[in-house]
């Protein structure tokens, strides 16, 4: 049986005094509280939330500015709006700062960010952290991805990690603590493994944002996730966001059979048609393609997801890179120029990813030494 981190700590509380809890409703304990819930239950006095991107109650839209907010009697201090830190007064009327986040494994999901932002101000403010661990919803033995260059460390791109890096959320704080040297702890999982997807953990998931609604979206967000770089839709709006993409110029049954001829591992595609409720294209019909995974152990996202946009590109002349600000969206998430620099000079996709994938394996095994599972 896995227990999470949650799990383990309510039956032994080591703290005293009022806490401030980084957390939203999608972190539950095995028998489906929320971490408030459970900590209150078991005696700690929770006198802070802090919420990460979509807010406490992860209803808010992607980059959705989050005001503060009330959960009962506990103020709710977005980390998400015009702040991205706790404030180091609140933090010093603090006996510590427990983090309970259900994170996807892919660091451009900005929970990574945020509990990067609560570790640097409980730094400066002397105070306890204590993180609650859970699960990586994509195991802990696959690494994949662009490594994220200094110039681009954002939200998306918070360290110099993989985009796919696998670890837990407690081992990828411990990691980014090496350099920032927080007072950390950590509450560690029971019974979890590196080789374990979440559908192998029995635990129920929650959806942490709107459009992560299964664990298994995960896996396609590690690579269709790049999709928002560009001007396709990546499914936001529709019920399987991540898991198909497509445009009003595109076609889907051609789409599909250029992508099956590919023969990528572990995936296959059928052709999609859809109307998005918002983002991108909403209103208008788009076709596409949907993602169909075949061997979740095995898949690798990024992979497939630079393959579907070098496909799409050579295809379609309507294609484009999206703008974010002054910079592409797509060096955003990549945190790189190298990858659209390759595709637009014609650089064969299996290069690129090659590349990717070796920067990603000296990560893995640099960051060995902050693991706590085998």
Excluded at 107 to 117: E, G, K, N, P
Excluded at 226 to 254: K, V, W
Aim: with cysteine; net charge negative.
């Amino acid at each position: 049986m896995i227990r999470t981190g949650l799990d383990m700590f309510v039956m032994w509380p080591n703290v005293s005094g009022p806490v401030g809890l980084l957390t939203n409703v999608a972190s539950l304990s095995r028998d489906g509280r929320t971490t408030l819930s459970a900590l209150t239950e078991a005696g700690v006095q929770v006198n802070a939330l802090f919420s990460p991107e979509h807010g406490y109650y992860g209803l808010g839209a992607a980059g959705e500015m989050i005001p503060d907010d009330q959960a009962g009697s506990v103020p709710i201090y977005s980390l998400y709006g015009a702040a991205r830190a706790p404030s180091l007064d609140v933090l010093r009327t603090l006996s510590a700062v427990l983090i309970d986040l259900q994170d996807t494994g892919t660091r451009w999901y900005t929970f990574l960010a945020t509990m990067q932002h609560v570790l640097k101000a409980c730094m400066q403010a002397n105070a306890r952290v204590i993180v609650l661990d859970r699960p990586n919803p994509q195991g802990g033995l696959m690494v994949e991805g662009s490594f994220a260059e200094p110039e681009f460390f954002s939200s998306v791109a918070p360290a110099a990690l993989p985009v796919r890096y696998g670890l837990t959320i407690a081992e990828a704080a411990r990691w980014m603590n090496d350099e920032i040297g927080a007072e950390l702890e950590v509450c560690t999982l029971e019974g979890w493994r590196r080789e374990m997807l979440f559908a192998d953990t029995g635990l129920a998931w929650t959806a942490p944002s709107p459009n992560m609604p299964h664990a298994h979206s995960t896996l396609a967000y590690t690579g269709t996730c790049l999709i928002e770089g560009t001007n396709l839709s990546e499914g936001r709006g529709t019920a399987l966001p991540f898991e198909q993409i497509g445009a009003p110029f595109m076609h889907a049954e051609m789409l599909s059979d250029v992508l099956n001829d590919l023969e990528l591992p572990d995936v296959w595609f059928s052709p999609a048609w859809f109307r998005p409720s918002l983002s991108k294209h909403a209103g208008l019909r788009c076709e596409g393609v949907r993602l169909h995974i075949t061997d979740p152990g095995r898949v690798r996202g990024f992979a497939v997801g630079l393959s579907i946009i070098e496909t799409v590109r050579r295809l379609y002349p309507e294609f484009a890179w999206s703008r974010w600000g002054d910079a592409y969206g797509f060096d955003q998430l990549t945190a790189t120029t190298r990858i659209r620099e390759g595709i637009e000079r014609g650089q064969p996709i299996a290069e690129i990813i090659a590349w990717c994938d070796e920067e990603a394996l000296q990560f893995q095994a640099e960051s060995e030494a902050f693991w706590l599972y085998e």
